[in-house]
Every structure is written in structure tokens, then in C-alpha cells.
């Protein structure tokens, strides 16, 4: 799109940082998007984050990035300068093309994004950086050294980044997010509805656990399960094989599914994100969150014990998760008080509004 400012959408939590593009699209800004066309290696279907933003008609550049927290896995390591060079190349020529239209980096954390915002930073690209979680991870501690403004969700994060350059907007919440919670919701007195989700790439072990406890589930409730498209572990394959009148799989969830499913739902069970904490609490669900054990600073942790504290939420941590405590959790969290939490609903505003302000 000649002569239109562009910018660079990178990072590892698509789902905020998509709902900022679309918006931006709309309102005259040319999107370009470094991601991971697929979730993991040796996979062969494409990734959640691939498929929405091809279907928001956002060009895609499909980033061979390596992590390098905690992980022994040659090609992971062997992929951290391939993902340097390759991220810089494609700058670089960005760069010569665009010219002054190139406006900025935008940044939503993770390690997919270090080599995308030190490249873009070696290049004169200015960078504006977005944390989602409570806590600062390794990859978001090394982007804020190199980024202009931190964008952040919770006011906690404010003591661990440079006071100078950071400002509190909140979470961008999606617009299918907003929609539920101004609509009512009568649950259904004869079947309550169970929302399985495990995040945007599924969650085998949640998947297999849910699996074995189906018979059991589906005599008390009517199950909704996003099981992930993942061709390695083929969860939604199995899941298929299972499907009964009160069982209901997607492999993925798009945005005005996933909202429809979640306003129907009593209990949600999940992975702890910080995406999916936010925003469960803003709508006030009743959850039980099952978090990743080995996220970067306990992580996934820190998210969770946020609704636990505010009474929405049960935790099963994924050592003791078993048929036999999953029902368990779920029948406790069925009991809890229904009460949204605090939290900013403006974040998508806040945050376009600092981006215009800093790359206009």
C-alpha cells in the first residue's frame, strides 16, 4: 500500500496485538506482520495467529525465530541468528522500499519479537513495546532496552520498568469481548456449559485429561472444547472420534466463536495467560486455570493466583491435574461468586492513541 504509514506488528500474543491492527488498518495505516505460521516444530497445520490474520487481510512474514530460555533443543538454538539475520534482511529491504512510510516497530512481547525490535533498532526503526502479564519475562526485560514507550496492562508492572518511558493503557480487549459483557446471559437451567480451552495452540496434556473424563462430564454438562490444530499431537483428530449431543469440538475458535462460547459458558477451564486472565476477569467467569508449569518467572502462575485472589477462580496445578481433580475444580468453581473485576476496558484506545501520538 504505497504512501500509506506503515507499521510492524510482531510478538507472541496475537490476540490483543490483532485487535490494535484491525483497528489501525481501518483507519488508514498499512500493517505488515512478523509471526509463526506454524505453533511448533514439525507441525504441518497452520497457527491460530496465521489463519486470523490472513483472514484480517494483514500481509504475513513468516518469522523462522529460536528460543533461547530454557531449551536444549539444537534447532530452537540454531534458529536464534537465522531469526536475527532473516528478521534484519527483511527490514532492511522494508526499509529502502518504504522509505519515510515505515513508521514504527510495535511489539507484544515474547521471543519471537527480540530479533525483529534489536534489528529494527539497528536499522533506526522506532519501537514501541506492549507487556501483558503482571510480571517481565526475559524477552520483554531485553525489548524495553531498546524500545521508546512500554505499553502496560497492570499497575504492578510499573516498579519493573523504566519509569520514563512507561505508561499504564490496560489490555487491548477485542470487540467480541466488549459485546459480552453488555449483553445478558440466562444460563441454562437444565445443562451448564463447560468452555475447554487451552490457549491458542490447544494444550495437549489439558486435552487428554479432558478426554478420559468425558463420559463423566457429558452426563452433567455440555462441553465446548478447543483443542488446538496442532498436527503433531492430532488432539482435534481424537476429539472428532468423541463427539457426542453434549460434546462440541473446534480445533480453533475465532474471535466471534470463541466470544459466543464464552458467553454461554458457566465454567471456563484454561491455561492462564495473560490475555485469557484479563479477560475472564474483566467479564467476571468463573474459571479453572490450569497453568503452564514452566513459563518464563512462573508466569502463567502469577496470572492465575490473580483470579484465585479475587475468588473466580480454582487452580489446579498441572502435577495433580487428573480426571478425578478436574470434576472437582470444576463442581468448586461452579460455586464461586460470578464478580467482574476492576480493570481498564479502554486499553485498545490507550494504546492506539500512544502509538499515533509516537509514530505519527
Known sequence: MPNSPTLIFTGGHHTSALAVAITLQRQGWHIIWFGHRYSMWGDTSDSGEYREVM???IKFVDLKAGKFHRTTNLRQLILIPVGFIQAFIILRQLK????????????FGGYLAV???????????????????????????????????????????????????????????????????????NPRADLKTILVIGGKQGAHTLNQVVFTSLPQLITKYRIVHQTGSSSVHADYQQALSLQSPNYTPYDYLFPKEFAAALAQADVVVSRSGAHSVYEYGFLGKRCVLVPIPRSSHQEQMKN???????????????????PRSLLTAIHQAEKLTSAPLSIPADGQEKLIQLIIQTFS
Open 55 to 57: 483472514a484480517a487481510k
Open 96 to 107: 529502502f522500499r518504504l522509505k519515510s512510510d515505515l513508521k514504527g516497530i510495535v511489539s
Open 115 to 185: 530479533p525483529v525490535v534489536i534489528t529494527g533498532w539497528l536499522l533506526g526503526i522506532p519501537v514501541i513495546t506492549h507487556e501483558q502479564t503482571v510480571t517481565a519475562g526475559y524477552a520483554n526485560r531485553v525489548i524495553a532496552l531498546f524500545a521508546k514507550k512500554i505499553a502496560l496492562s497492570w499497575p504492578t508492572s510499573l516498579a519493573l520498568y523504566p519509569k520514563t518511558k512507561s505508561f499504564l493503557t490496560g489490555l487491548p480487549l477485542r470487540p467480541e469481548i466488549l459485546r459480552i459483557k453488555s449483553s445478558t446471559h
Open 304 to 322: 492465575a493466583q490473580i483470579l484465585v485472589n479475587h475468588g473466580l477462580a480454582i487452580l489446579v496445578p498441572q502435577d495433580t491435574l487428573s
